[in-house]
């Protein structure tokens, strides 16, 4: 499958998808790295892997909508079965949205549907729940509130600061999300309504 990347910074789930590509544990190719962050350092994560980059600077566009409509162009071009959220930090427009429905999936540091939103982990911490994690979803037009693909559990422990936490929730997103793109390559998630059913291998 053609797999495009979306992501806004850092890029290490970006980085572990890629990893997985390049070990052979998922059946498709990254066509693509989609950023609204000219300084994101995704993009050097992708000139590194040989993937094209396409950079549609969020601050150079006078309007959110004008932005979204270089994107959602930019997106259609590239043709893929697949769009994966990697710390895209932006909320996607409504015609991306649907444009692409079924075929995009985001990850989220929170066991959803707690913490959604920006700081699932510093609101995790906060709250004082004893167990975090990240989700993988399918992206719906609500707020991280698409259909669950898989959820990866970690302790929350007495000395937890916001760093540590992130750190162990990160370790599981790297984990959780290669393995979600991997079950979407191999035509293995049946969604019906808030549900995504995972197949057995052939
Ligand atoms: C991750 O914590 C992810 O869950 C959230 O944004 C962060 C992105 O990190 N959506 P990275 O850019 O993949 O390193």
């Known amino acids: 499958k053609r797999i495009a990347v979306l992501a806004s910074g850092r890029g290490s789930n970006f980085q572990a998808i890629l990893d997985a590509l390049s070990r052979g544990e998922i059946n498709g190719e990254c066509i693509g790295l989609f950023t609204d962050n000219k300084d994101a350092y995704a993009i050097e994560r992708a000139k590194a892997a040989g993937v094209p980059a396409y950079v549609i600077h969020f601050k150079d566009y006078p309007t959110k909508a004008a932005y979204e409509a270089e994107m959602l162009a930019a997106m259609k071009a590239a043709n893929a079965d697949l769009f994966v959220c ?41 709250y004082g729940v004893k167990i975090a994690g990240c989700t993988v979803h399918f992206v719906d037009e609500g707020l991280d509130s698409g259909p669950i693909i898989l959820q990866k559990a970690v302790p929350v422990l007495d000395d937890d600061d916001e760093e540590a936490l992130d750190d162990r929730i990160l370790t599981q997103e790297h984990i959780a999300f290669p393995e979600a793109v991997a079950l979407f390559c191999d035509d293995r998630l049946v969604v019906s309504g808030r549900h995504v059913k995972i197949l057995e291998k052939k």
Not at 95 to 104: C, D, L, S, V
Not at 106 to 114: E, K, T
């Open 86 to 126: 990697a710390g895209y930090m932006r909320i996607i427009g409504t015609e991306i949205i649907r444009e692409f429905a079924g075929r995009m999936i985001n990850i989220h540091p929170a066991l959803l549907p707690a913490f959604p939103g920006l700081h699932g982990q510093r609101q995790a911490l906060e």
